[in-house]
């Protein structure tokens, strides 16, 4: 049965400040909504006052989880533990597996004009979370979009159309950044089992516009759930959101900060590791 996903919630994010005095929109990863399975945080940064975002995110360290930033405008500056690094520029992706442990600092280079950008966490899976550490730097011309019929897709990850995205996952995961014309409506297929959401970014939303058409309002989040095919439209022509898919864990999340595991003894265990060095 080919059934069009609804709306299992709506939440809008709230201010936070983190990092060494960042400003941010946190979406998932408050008290209103904890985690969509394996989603454990999504962070949107998008402020034209330096004052909220130059501090950045000095040294820090992370595991168990994926962090994967999205840069829309601005730029950050990457260094890791591991060699790795790189600049951020408008359009590019940074997919950092954590894994066992990695230390990195993210600091934002431009003093002025618009920084715009995402950050999502995703819970490894028990068997995982303690996986070699790796960084995948996706440059704009590496992330195809796809255009027809008045939507407009950018496949960071996962299939769209027979599109692949660039990312190399070891968990499956689609994230598309997708624009829609007014009247115009994004389809997609999916697993049953995977959990979805999409966070409308610009614009009000609606989702399953020839059935149960429910509304998202512009910077709220809608989980999806009960069926294998998500339709969602525009209410004015531009309006673009962040649709993201995986398989839930289904398993125990233990938070720590910038860990996150199975259990609280892993997470003092993390904290141990990276006190004494041996994290990264
Ligand atoms: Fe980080």
Redesign the pocket.
Known sequence: MDETRSIARVTAGQDVVDGAGVKIHRIIGTGKLNHIDPFVLLDEIKSADPEDYIAG?PT?P?RGIE?ITYMKRGNFRHKDSRGGGGLLTAGCVQW?T?GRGIL???MPESADGLLWGY?LWLSLPAKLKMTEPAYQHLSPDMIPGVRGEGVSVKVISGTYKGVSGPAKNLVAADYFEVTVDEGSVFRHTLAGAMSSFVYAHTGTLTVDPEGAAQKVAERSLAELAGGTTVAVSGDSSGASFLFLASYPNNEPIARGG?FVMNTEEEIRQAFADYRSGKLG
Request: overall charge negative; charged content about 10%; glycine content about 0%.
């Open positions: 995110f820090h992370h962090t950092m954590a990195h600092s993210e950050q910038p």
